[in-house]
């Protein structure tokens, strides 16, 4: 249970800091000690309220034309996801993601670093948004997703707000499906309802620290954490 308790506050502290990677922290923590299939329906469970706190605290700085059509790519990803799944390895699509999400973190940071302007091609954003869509409706990986508002927002409130959103309607969407297929059981909403206090006190200890932050260090560590989610997909995967 300890386990649990560490992994939980660690990865939603990180979840109130930057807005994301909570997904990444936990099941690398209780990769150590539980099976994959007990971990992402528990993980789920815990970040759904997570992603309401967020979104309402946020909300001031939520932008339909920013979060509407990746909600509408999250979802329309789960379609062809499910055939991709079925007949191709999912393996070494998510290195090919991965490589991408590093290659894009990587340059986010790069101009965020030399204070370089972003002049942004339309047609490029266009295409990581469609691809970052499919990535988190696939597998509910947010990395991508990540990348993509990272170029689109401007401050990590914008940011957290649109992010947190989107995870919330993905969220839904698999706890339905989760549910329907037997995959929460009784025994894992027990244990997720046991968290939920680590939960919280992780989330506000986090968004505590990032109003204490500069915001240019805090988008900082946003991107370093996209960098870190991209060469963990590439060697979990290997």
Not at 45 to 74: C, S
Not at 99 to 118: F, H, S
């Amino acid at each position: 249970m300890w386990l649990w308790i560490v992994a939980t506050f660690v990865a939603f502290f990180i979840k109130g800091l930057c807005g994301f990677a909570n997904t990444l922290v936990f099941t690398s923590i209780m990769a150590y000690g539980a099976n994959n299939v007990n971990i992402s329906p528990i993980e789920l469970l815990l970040g759904y309220p997570a992603n309401i706190i967020l979104t309402w605290q946020n909300r001031k700085h939520l932008k339909v034309g920013v979060f509407l059509p990746l909600i509408l790519l999250v979802l329309a990803g789960s379609i062809p996801g499910a055939f991709i799944l079925k007949y191709v390895n999912a393996r070494y699509i998510k290195i090919v993601f991965g490589v991408a999400i590093v290659l894009i973190g990587i340059e986010l940071l790069y101009r965020e670093w030399k204070q370089l302007k972003q002049i942004e091609s339309k047609i490029i954003l266009g295409l990581i948004g469609i691809l970052s869509g499919v990535l988190c409706g696939m597998f509910g990986v947010g990395a991508l997703l990540a990348a993509y508002l990272g170029r689109v927002t401007e401050t990590t409130d914008e940011f957290k707000a649109n992010i947190s959103i989107v995870f919330f309607i993905e969220n839904t969407f698999r706890l339905v499906t989760y549910g329907f297929l037997g995959i929460i059981t009784l025994a894992g909403l027990k244990q997720a309802l046991l968290l939920i206090p680590v939960v919280l006190l992780g989330l506000f200890s986090g968004i505590g620290c990032s109003k204490l932050m500069d915001e240019k260090l805090a988008k900082r560590l946003v991107l370093v954490l996209l960098i870190i989610s991209g060469i963990a997909m590439i060697v979990k995967n290997i």
